[in-house]
């Protein structure tokens, strides 16, 4: 299957026709899930749970999965039933932005006792806002004085910070909105570091242009941001031991 004909649709196909009885859910989540993404620009990430999974499916969904990433899509992320009921502990905040923000394309998703613990939570967040940190100061001394390989650097991480910065308003007692500009400002504000170099960025990944004199005032800006956030979650207390529960799906 080309890479430029790999669809949502062929995805979900191939996955039913692969798994079989065996698949329990195809699931669509983050930023594609709420009707936030921007044709040909936003990640579409796609969890599939299948009760049971053999190294002979994985190897006939081989074609799929490559034409899927060569197409410009994240991994498919396939876990079995028993270890999607298990496992938010283990990655707290990728549960937390499955559970709020999904939506099922094939099958019915198990949510009955599926949580997410906010000491958890914590935890996965700092580490992830801090090794993201040291991959964006990685990437600023591989790319140099490349305007070109700034820009991309900036582009591809947004995702992720995305994410982080969604856990870090759960973590304050929020509930993130759809709109990522928001959560932009309100992570911002709260942190205390100016939101304008993501700004930019999220304007960048929509389509608007960043002349390669601003880059990099902004990516500067970019890394001190993050730096902030690490150091506000290193400081960072939590009032309660509260969870986030499983949402009715999208």
């Not at 923000?101 to 019915?108: E, T």
């Not at 998703?109 to 040291?134: H, I, Y």
């Amino acid at each position: 299957m080309a890479a430029k004909t790999m669809t949502l649709d062929a995805l979900v196909a191939q996955l039913t026709h692969v798994h079989g009885d065996a698949l329990q859910a195809v699931v669509l989540y983050g930023s594609a899930a709420s009707g936030e993404d921007i044709a040909g620009r936003s990640d579409l990430n796609v969890l599939a749970i299948v009760h049971t999974m053999s190294l002979a499916s994985l190897r006939a969904l081989g074609q799929t999965m490559r034409a899927w990433q060569e197409a410009g899509h994240p991994p498919v992320l396939e876990l079995t039933t028993a270890e999607w009921v298990s496992s938010a502990d283990v990655f707290p905040m990728e549960y937390a932005d499955i559970l709020e923000r999904h939506r099922v394309l094939a099958g019915s998703l198990p949510l009955e006792g599926v949580t997410v613990s906010l000491s958890d939570l914590r935890l996965q967040v700092e580490q992830e806002a801090m090794g993201k940190l040291l991959r964006l100061r990685r990437g600023v001394m591989l790319a140099g004085t490349d305007i070109d390989r700034q820009q991309e650097l900036l582009r591809a991480s947004l995702s992720t910070l995305l994410v982080i910065f969604r856990g870090v308003m759960r973590l304050q007692g929020d509930v993130p909105p759809r709109d990522s500009a928001r959560v932009i400002a309100a992570v911002s504000a709260r942190c205390g570091f100016p939101a304008e170099p993501f700004e930019r960025v999220l304007a960048y990944k929509r389509g608007s242009a960043m002349p390669s004199g601003d880059t990099e005032r902004v990516l500067e800006g970019y890394v001190e941001g993050m730096t902030a956030l690490v150091a506000y979650l290193n400081r960072f207390q939590l009032p309660g031991q509260a969870i986030i529960a499983g949402l009715l799906p999208q």
